[in-house]
C-alpha cells in the first residue's frame, strides 16, 4: 500500500477588494469583489431576537407574497427577468433575506427587495396557504427523533432562556393572523442594526451607491432588543426522553465553549476537531469505524449573539446505547487529560485551514461568512488572524483548551430513547432522570 503524499503548503488567506458604508437610517452595507460568474449573492440580516416565535416563522415565509401593488406571483417574475430570486428565513436571533441575481440586475433586485421591506401586505390568503404549510412542517418535524432530540437538549441547556425554546406550537402557528404579521413587520424590520451584503462581479464603491440610492429610504420606528447572555451550561443527571419501541436512541452532548473573540476559540475549535469534528476524529474512529455503533456522529461550537456551546451528536441503536455514552466519555476524558499527538494536531489544523479557504471559494459561501460574522460585529479580517491563530496553536495550548472545556464532568446530556430498554445501562453510567 502507497503512503500518501504529504500535504501542500498552507496557501495564505487572500481577502477579495471590500467596501463599506453605514447609511443614514442605520443600515451598514457591505460590497465585497468576486469576479468568478457574473452574477451577485444578496444577504439582508435584521436582527430579529424575541419576536414572538410563531409570528415571525409565517412572517419568514409571507415576507415576499405581496405588496401593494405587486402579488406574490408578480413579485417572483420580476426577479425572474433578471435570473433571481429571494427567500426569507428567521432564527432565534435574525431574519437573514438571501438570494442572488445576475449581477446586471443589482437595481432591480434592490428595488424589489425595498418594496418588500417598506409595503409587504401578508394577504389573507397567502398567510393562509404558508401557515398551513408551515404547521404541516412542524408536524411532520415532531416525529422526528433529531427534532425531539433538539427540543429535549435546548431545554436542558437554556432553562427559561429565549434559545431554549426555538419551534413554535402548531396551534400557535395556525392562531396567526396577517394584521398581527403586519404589526410585527412594522415594530421589527427597520433598517437599523440591519446589514446587507453584496458579493459577486461588482464594483465595491458602485454598488455601495446603488443600495443607498435604492434603501437609503427603507425607515421604520421599531425597537432595539437585545438577548441576555446565556446561562451555564449545568451537569448533572442525563435527562431520558422516553420514545417506546424506538430501535434507536439520539443522544445529544453540550458543553461549554467561547465566542470567536476569545483567547481560547482557534484552540477549542481543534480541539473539536480531533473529538468529533470531522470525519478522521477520534469519537468516529471509536463509535463507528471500530464498533459499527452509529454512522454519523458528529461534534461542532454552535456560535449565537448570547453565547456558544459545544454540541455533539450521533443516532445508536437501541441495544449498544449505553456503550456508545460510555465510549463518549471516555473519548472526551482522553482529549481532557492526554495531549494530542503532533501529526495528529497537525492533521486537524490543516482541515481547519483548508475549510477556511473552501468557505471564501465561491461567491454564495463569501457572502454567508461575511453576513454571519457581520452578526457578531467582525469583518473578513477577522479570518487571517484566525487562520493565524490555527497555524500557531501549539500542542500544550490545545491540552489546555481540551482540560477546560470537554471535561465530561461538565457535560450535560440527552438520550431520547427506548427507555424501557436503554435506561438500565444508562444508570450503570451516570445518574439518570426522566423528562
Known sequence: MKALPDLGPTRKLKLPKEAERTLHNGLTVIAIRRPAVPLVEVRLRVPFARANLAR????????????????TVEIAAELQKVGGGLSAGVDPDRLMVSGNGLVTGLDRILELLGDVLGGAAYPSDEVATERDRLADRIQVAQRQPAHLARVALLTRMYGKHPYAVQTPEVSQVQAVRPAQLRALHAERLHP???????????????????????LGTWNGGGKHVELPRTPAIEPGPLTLVDRPGSVQSSMRVALPAVERTHADHAALQLVNLLFGGYFSSRWTENIREDKGYTYGPHSVIEHNVAGSSFVAAAEVATEVTGPALLETIYELGRLATLPPKAEELEQARQYALGTLQLGMSTQAGLATLASTYAGFGLRLDYLPQYAAKLA??????????????????NMAT??????????????????????
Open 56 to 71: 415571525a416563522a409565517v412572517l419568514s415565509q409571507t415576507l415576499f407574497s405581496g405588496t401593494a401593488d405587486m402579488s
Open 414 to 435: 440527552i438520550v431520547l430513547g427506548d427507555a424501557e430498554r436503554v435506561e438500565g445501562p444508562l444508570r450503570a453510567l451516570t445518574a439518570v432522570e426522566r423528562a
Open 392 to 409: 500557531a496553536a501549539t500542542l500544550d495550548e490545545v491540552a489546555a483548551a481540551g482540560a477546560k472545556y470537554l471535561a465530561p464532568a
Open 192 to 214: 437599523a442594526g440591519a446589514t446587507l451584503v453584496l458579493v459577486g462581479d461588482i464594483t465595491p464603491e458602485r454598488a455601495l451607491d446603488t443600495a443607498e440610492r435604492v
